[in-house]
C-alpha cells in the first residue's frame, strides 16, 4: 500500500535509537512512550517515511510495517517463526496462490499471515483455544478481515487421523511431526510436499526416519543462518555485525510418492558399502 496514512492503518514508529513500536491510528488517540505522547491526528494524512515529533519534541520515523517488522513485533502467545526461516519454508514447502495447506501448530501466526499472503489456503489444527485466538486477531490486523475467509481454525489434535483435505501442502510446527506423518499420506494428494520446522536435530532424524517408513521421498533437512554487517560508507567501515541470529530451528520436507516404500533417489546399502583392502586396515 502507498499513499498518505489513513485512520484505522497499523504504522511502525522507529526513534534515535532504532527502537520500533507499532500502533494503529485512531483519530483523536495518542502514542505515549518514555519520549511523550505523538498525536495520531498528526499521522493522519501524513506522507509514509515522514517524521514526526512527540510532545517533548522526540523525533520518530513513520512507515507502514512490513511483514517480518510485524512478526518481531506483535503480541504472541507462543514463540514466533523468524523471518529468516519464513522465506525459506515459502520455497521449500513450494507455496503459492490457491495452495490448500494443511497447517498444525499455529502458535501466533507469523507463519499463518505469511502463506496466506502468497496466497494460500489454510485449513488449521492448534490444541490451545488461546493460541488459535491470537492466531486469528493477528491476522486480522496485520492483513485485514478478507484474509481469514482463507483461513479454517480447528481446535483440535494433528497427532489423529485428519479429517479435512484433500491438500496440497502441510506445514508443522509441533514437538512430534513424525507422528502426523502416517495421516499425512491419506490427505496429501501425489506428488505433495510436507514440511516440519523443529528446533532439534534429533526432532528432524526421528521425522525423516517416519517419512521413510510412509512413502515419502526427496526428503532433506536444513537450517538458515542470518548474518548481517555494519556499513559506514562515511568512515569507511564495514564489517560483519557482532551479533547474529545462527540456529532456530532445521526445515524438514519430503514427497509423497505413488510407489512405496523405496526411494530411488536413496543410495542403497549395498551401493554405499566401502570395500577395505587389506592395506587400508593396515
Known amino acids: 500500500m502507498t499513499g498518505p496514512l489513513q485512520a484505522g492503518e497499523l504504522v511502525m514508529m522507529v526513534d534515535r535509537k532504532k527502537r520500533r513500536y ?10 505515549h512512550t518514555h519520549a511523550g505522547a505523538v498525536l495520531h491526528d498528526d499521522l493522519i494524512g501524513a506522507s509514509e517515511g ?17 511483514l517480518a517488522d510485524y512478526v518481531l513485533k506483535m503480541k504472541r502467545g507462543a514463540q514466533v517463526i ?31 499471515m505469511t502463506m496466506l ?5 489454510i485449513t488449521g489444527y492448534e490444541l490451545r483455544e488461546d493460541f488459535a485466538n491470537r492466531a486469528v486477531k493477528n491476522i486480522e490486523q496485520f492483513l485485514g478481515a478478507e ?11 494433528a497427532y489423529e487421523p485428519i479429517d479435512h483435505g484433500p491438500f496440497d501442502r502441510m506445514v ?7 507422528n502426523v506423518v502416517p495421516h499425512a499420506r491419506d490427505v496429501l494428494g501425489d506428488g505433495g510436499i510436507i514440511l516440519a520446522y523443529t528446533p532439534s536435530i534429533l ?11 510412509h512413502g515419502f521421498g526427496l526428503s532433506e533437512t536444513l537450517e538458515v543462518m542470518n548474518r548481517s554487517w555494519h556499513i559506514e560508507p562515511e568512515q569507511q567501515a564495514v ?4 551479533r547474529m541470529v545462527a540456529h532456530t530451528g532445521f526445515l524438514t520436507t519430503g514427497r509423497k510418492l505413488v510407489t512405496e516404500p523405496d526411494d530411488p533417489t536413496t543410495p542403497s546399502p549395498d551401493s554405499t558399502r566401502k570395500t577395505i583392502t587389506a592395506d587400508e586396515e593396515e
Open 50 to 66: 515522514c517524521t514526526v515529533r512527540s510532545g517533548r519534541n522526540s523525533a520518530f520515523l513513520v512507515v507502514r510495517p512490513t
Open 172 to 178: 508443522l510446527d509441533l514437538p512430534e511431526p513424525w
Open 239 to 242: 564489517r560483519p555485525d557482532h
Open 82 to 112: 523468524y523471518p529468516k526461516d519464513l522465506g525459506p519454508i515459502l520455497m521449500h514447502a513450494d507455496i503459492g496462490p490457491g495452495c490448500r495447506v494443511f497447517e498444525s501448530g499455529l502458535g501466533s501466526a507469523a507463519l499463518s
Open 117 to 121: 499472503r502468497a496466497g494460500a489456503v
Open 147 to 157: 484474509a481469514l475467509e482463507r483461513y479454517d481454525v480447528h481446535i483440535r489434535t
Open 22 to 31: 507499532l500502533t494503529t491510528i485512531v483519530p483523536g488517540g495518542e502514542f
Open 203 to 213: 526432532q528432524a532424524t526421528r521425522f525423516r526416519a517416519a517419512l521413510t517408513r
